[in-house]
């Protein structure tokens, strides 16, 4: 066998639409069929020059050293598959997806971020369709190609999908098999029954102009689910773009626009409070917002509404125990279930889900109807009660519920609250000691937690041993007052919000809720301090999905630390999360930073250079003139900052925003100096280094840097810090010829890519590409590739990475012959405090009378980051089409 290439390879993926139901109706003659199929891959793979990498069920995985031979190859195979006489005239439907990036084969086969990341890609296509990821379709510049947007790719992230429309086959005109508009709707682990025409009413008021409309109703009655429901018919129907935002663990009102923000991916803007910034992200999105458990922050969430209702392209949905009283609101009560007809059927279908051998007696169906009638048609009520039926009747679970009605009912809220609050307890009543102290334990986690977690944090007396939490779990989970759910590989277990606050009610009134908050901020310091140390590694990605699933309980560990003034836990947990904030762009960790910073005393704390350099790195974030300031008042605490986020922050400042060549000349080598230890502080050291000495013209001393920043990525594993070492190592091939820089930079894509999020260094690595790029003859391409970079920026509200791109937009526009949006842009980017390099402002000079270019930048000023940006989209597209008009044959191709 011919040894497997590496380097950078594109791989061609192949699948058959609708194996499985092939095989089950005839299997002789698929396999006739299938011997056909793999001579047609074979021998089209080998005459194309590529080589099969393995056979995969009913596809095949091939690898190519160039694009343009995978892609011959696949559109060969497929006219083949379209056109070639079949046995039995049974034409299989071939799906295709390509994928490029930069591997080096293990023992005859391919590992890591690439293969991964390919294999999801052909996922999306349907029969007869060639689809390719942003690194391929850069590399087919002569062939038509439709970009499809953003998808989401199981277990890995979102990736650009684009259909190759290549006349050389027939391509089925689908859409993609996923929707284009990634979501954080809730999963939704039962069947909707009940509902359908409430769901019908809120999507018929969302779409008549209502820009608020609120589901109003007991807790347990289904508003939860109602609300998923909207949004994934939403979602599916018309492609539209869904947040959802869960407020109900959020004790702090002040809180609520960080809770909202974290779930729509805004950032604070320079100048904007949090809720205006909010504002900005949204404006002219075409948005579903939904604020779910609103009722304990109402006042709050009042306030939010009325200030984002000015935005013309957002429906908000809420859901409440009671009506926000917001300026046009439409209220929907939901109503309790019927106890004739659906609540007696959902009673009997959550019985069949745990035994799907139970009947009804006749002699049942009564006491069953009589008993939904007692719960009130509460969906939550009527599950709870149903988990007891493998030990009760429901003859005697009315009589239970009869004789042992507490009076827990809460008149403000009604007797139906009541009602449920009594189902809860009487099921709290029925638990074991143990299983009732594990119950209420539970309420102290935010947005659930796994099985080692509860046995952290929950376990390890005589009340709850921790050799028996696994099966006192099952237990809660079977009757119900636990909900386990599976995210990946990974097993989660979470509360109903109804359930959580009885739970902590209970946990409170012993006395024992301090207790175990502690115990629960302390076990998440230690998860933030351990996934730190596995950051710069090759379990990198591990961490990283352990601090995405676990992020709702550290905020809440901060909050716990702060409450009781401990402060050097607080600042501890905080500079473990700094890393991993700053990379995957969770902003808010900064605001936390500057919170730590106002305490008293806190300039003698260790931790104190290390809290001003991560306050420092949010501001520079921001585009806040404070980024200097803090990262000085860091270094002069410490001036060897050990982590180096003190010196990250100002070396942005110096060679982004101010292009101060001396003062970023003595920084880089004062850092370097320092003889930094931590992983971070060394890769960025040399980095940043590496960078400034290209600026300067120096690419031989710093190939030298960027030899290091590759040396710490081979010996680390680490994807981040390959981004990283791509990112130094290309501005010094840079030099030497554009061509290599930019298949560099893509490689190192790649490896953020195949992090779980999105990743600050994917920014770094486009706007390199993007500016070299435009240096090119190819307009087109300059145009496609600025709109793209700035709607990934744009859509990650990542307001310092935006502002970076409108010198090199603001060029390629003044080529195509809008020098006015050029200059509006330059005007925006100095106000918010980025000077342009000086191509950008030659390129303006020379198209501009000076009166008029003086007239674009004031008003330029004037617009927020966002605002900018969404001009420049327009303008773009604008461009984009006027090139294509003019040139037909224009290359439908985007630069990564």
């Known amino acids: 066998m011919q040894p497997l290439p590496s380097g950078t390879v594109t791989f061609v993926w192949t699948d058959i639409e609708g194996s499985t139901a092939r095989w089950e109706a005839d299997a002789a003659m698929m396999r006739e069929v299938m011997a056909v199929h793999d001579e047609i891959i074979g021998e089209t793979v080998a005459a194309h020059g590529g080589l099969i990498v393995k056979h995969l069920g009913d596809g095949c995985w091939s690898v190519f050293t160039s694009a343009s031979s995978a892609l011959d190859a696949a559109a060969e195979i497929l006219r083949r598959m379209q056109n070639d006489p079949w046995p039995h005239g049974d034409r299989l439907d071939l799906r295709i997806g390509l994928h490029t990036g930069a591997v080096e084969p293990t023992d005859g086969d391919y590992f890591g971020p690439v293969p991964n990341r390919g294999a999801r890609i052909v996922d999306l296509a349907n029969g007869n369709q060639i689809v390719c990821s942003t690194a391929t379709a850069g590399l087919l510049p002569d062939i038509p190609i439709r970009n499809e947007g953003p998808h989401e790719l199981r277990g890995i992230g979102v990736e650009e999908i684009h259909i190759v429309l290549d006349p050389r086959y027939h391509s089925d005109d689908r859409p993609l098999r996923e929707a284009a508009v990634p979501s954080n709707l ?410 730590l910073l106002a305490t008293p005393g806190i300039e003698s704390d260790p931790a104190h250079v290390d809290l001003c350099g991560a306050a420092a790195l949010g501001a520079y974030f921001r585009v806040d003139p404070r980024a200097t300031d803090l990262a000085e008042a860091g270094l002069a605490s410490d001036p060897t900052d050990p982590r180096g986020f003190c010196h990250i922050a100002l070396a942005a400042v110096l060679l982004n925003n101010l292009h101060a060549a001396d003062a970023s000349e003595g920084l880089t080598s004062a850092w370097l100096a320092t003889d930094p230890t931590d992983n971070g502080s060394r890769l960025w050291a040399h980095a940043f280094r590496t960078f400034h000495l290209c600026l300067n013209g120096r690419p031989a001393d710093a190939a030298i840097h960027a030899a290091t920043t590759a040396a710490i990525a081979a010996d680390t594993g680490s994807p981040t810090a390959a981004g990283i070492a791509a990112w130094a190592d290309g501005q010094v091939m840079s030099f030497e010829g554009l061509d290599r820089a930019i298949q560099t930079w893509t490689d190192g894509l790649e490896w953020t890519r195949s992090l779980p999020s999105e990743h600050l260094v994917e920014h770094l690595l486009r706007g390199l590409i993007l500016n070299f790029a435009v240096e090119r003859d190819d307009l087109r391409v300059a145009l496609t590739g600025c709109r793209d970079a700035l709607q990934r920026a744009v859509d990650d509200h990542y307001v310092a990475g935006t502002s970076h791109l409108f010198g090199v937009t603001a060029i390629a526009l003044c080529r195509a012959g809008d020098a006015d949006t050029g200059a509006l842009l330059v005007g925006s980017m100095i106000d918010n405090g980025h000077l342009p390099r000086p191509n950008a402002r030659r390129a303006l000079e020379t198209t501009l009378q000076t009166s008029d270019l003086d007239a674009h930048l004031a008003t330029g000023r004037g617009l927020s980051v966002t605002r900018a940006a969404n001009i420049a989209i327009a303008a773009l597209d604008t461009a984009i089409a006027t090139v294509s008009d003019t040139d037909p044959s224009a290359p439908h191709s985007s630069v990564s």
């Open 186 to 595: 809730p999963r939704t682990r039962t069947s909707f029954l009940g509902r359908s025409s409430d769901a019908a009413d809120a999507i018929t008021f969302l779409g008549e102009q209502h820009s608020i409309v609120t589901l109003v109703g007991p807790g347990g009655i289904g508003k939860t689910r109602l609300s998923a429901e909207v949004g994934a018919t939403l979602q599916r129907e018309r492609n539209a773009r869904v947040h959802f935002c869960d407020l109900a663990a959020v004790a702090d009102p002040e809180a609520i626009a960080d809770s909202v923000a974290a779930a729509i991916g805004a950032r604070r803007q320079p100048g904007m409070d949090l809720i205006d910034s909010i504002h900005d992200y949204l404006a002219g999105r075409e948005v579903l917002l939904i604020l779910d458990n609103c009722e304990h922050v109402l006042d709050t969430v009042r306030t939010l509404v009325d200030r984002l209702q000015g935005i013309e392209t957002l429906s908000l949905l809420a859901t409440s125990r009671e009506a926000l009283r917001a300026a046009g609101e439409q209220l929907l009560v939901v109503s309790p279930l019927p106890a004739e007809t659906i609540g007696s059927d959902l009673f009997v279908q959550r019985v069949r889900e745990r035994d799907p051998r139970f009947e009804l007696t006749p002699a049942d169906i009564d006491d069953v109807r009589r008993l939904v009638q007692r719960l009130d048609g509460i969906p939550l009520a009527i599950e709870l009660a149903s988990s007891w039926a493998n030990v009760m009747s429901p003859a005697a679970m009315l009589e239970r519920l009869g004789n042992d009605a507490q009076l827990l009912v809460d008149d403000r809220r009604g007797t139906r609250h009541g009602r449920l609050r009594d189902t809860i307890a009487w099921s709290y009543d029925l638990l074991t000691p143990a299983q009732a102290a594990l119950f209420e334990r539970l309420s102290v986690f935010s947005g659930g937690c796994s099985l080692e977690t509860i046995e952290a944090v929950c376990s390890g007396d005589p009340t709850v041993p921790t050799e028996e939490v696994p099966s006192l779990l099952m237990a809660l989970v079977d009757k119900s007052m636990v909900v386990s759910s599976q995210d990946g590989q990974h097993r989660r277990f979470s509360m109903l919000e109804t359930l959580r606050g009885f739970a902590w009610e209970r946990l409170e009134s012993s006395g024992s809720g301090p207790e175990f908050l502690r115990r629960h901020a302390d076990h998440f310091l230690d998860v933030a301090t351990v996934q730190n140390e596995r950051l710069f590694t090759r379990a990198e990605s591990d961490a990283w999905r352990v601090l995405d699933l676990e992020w709702a309980n550290l905020r809440a560990a901060l909050d716990v630390f702060e409450s009781e003034g401990a402060r050097r836990e607080g600042a501890d947990l905080v500079v473990a999360l700094a890393w991993f904030a700053s990379f995957s762009m969770r902003f808010e960790l900064f605001g936390w930073s500057e919170e």
